[in-house]
């Protein structure tokens, strides 16, 4: 007796159900990683004296996806957005190769002027249906001694007996 063997096959067509992700890499050495415990809430910190410039990368974000990609070219497509009403000084670039993107500077970075700023992320898969990922990434800008102090007047005019004790306070200024 011959049993004979049935093959079957059986094609699955993958769903988009998976929100996409960024994978972070920060290429500047300088910056201080905070907290990266959270994938989605990244705390970092740079020294204003790194940020002097335009266009300085902050962030390469590489996206990806856990679906397949129903695209004939097999590649998923992404967008990134920054999430804010306020105007920051950063852009992204990109995508590159369809998932690669780059954070930078707009314009020079002072902590005097402002020391952290909170930009809100989103990704958005190209599937059907559109599925996303929300981001936080804190900058922190750390302080570099680059101001000279101020006093509050430009001359002190004293005068000073010539009986004061030793160790008598003759004046007192004031700087900032």
């Given at each position: 007796?011959?049993f004979?063997?049935k093959?079957?096959?059986?094609?699955?067509?993958?769903i988009?159900?998976?929100s996409?992700?960024?994978s972070w890499?920060?290429p500047?050495?300088?910056?201080?990683?905070l907290?990266?415990?959270d994938?989605f809430?990244i705390?970092?910190?740079?020294?204003?004296s790194?940020?002097e410039?335009?266009?300085?990368?902050i962030a390469?974000l590489i996206?990806?996806?856990?679906?397949t990609?129903?695209?004939i070219?097999?590649?998923m497509?992404?967008?990134?957005?920054l999430?804010?009403?306020n105007?920051?000084?950063f852009?992204?670039h990109?995508?590159?190769?369809?998932s690669?993107?780059?954070l930078?500077t707009?314009?020079k970075?002072?902590?005097?002027?402002?020391?952290?700023?909170?930009?809100?992320?989103i990704?958005?898969d190209?599937?059907q249906?559109?599925?996303?990922s929300?981001y936080?990434?804190?900058?922190?800008?750390?302080d570099?001694?680059?101001?000279?102090?101020?006093?509050?007047?430009?001359?002190?005019?004293v005068?000073?007996?010539?009986?004061?004790?030793?160790?008598t306070?003759?004046?007192q200024?004031?700087a900032?």
């Amino acid at each position: 007796i011959w049993f004979g063997r049935k093959y079957i096959i059986i094609d699955v067509e993958d769903i988009n159900d998976c929100s996409p992700v960024l994978s972070w890499n920060f290429p500047l050495q300088t910056i201080e990683i905070l907290n990266d415990t959270d994938l989605f809430n990244i705390d970092i910190a740079i020294h204003e004296s790194k940020v002097e410039q335009n266009h300085v990368i902050i962030a390469n974000l590489i996206a990806s996806d856990m679906d397949t990609s129903s695209n004939i070219d097999h590649r998923m497509k992404f967008q990134l957005k920054l999430n804010s009403s306020n105007s920051l000084p950063f852009e992204i670039h990109g995508p590159f190769a369809d998932s690669t993107f780059v954070l930078s500077t707009t314009h020079k970075l002072d902590r005097e002027y402002q020391d952290q700023y909170f930009l809100y992320l989103i990704l958005t898969d190209n599937g059907q249906p559109k599925l996303s990922s929300n981001y936080k990434l804190s900058i922190n800008i750390l302080d570099d001694n680059d101001n000279s102090p101020i006093f509050d007047k430009s001359i002190y005019y004293v005068d000073i007996q010539e009986n004061n004790l030793i160790n008598t306070t003759l004046i007192q200024v004031h700087a900032i």
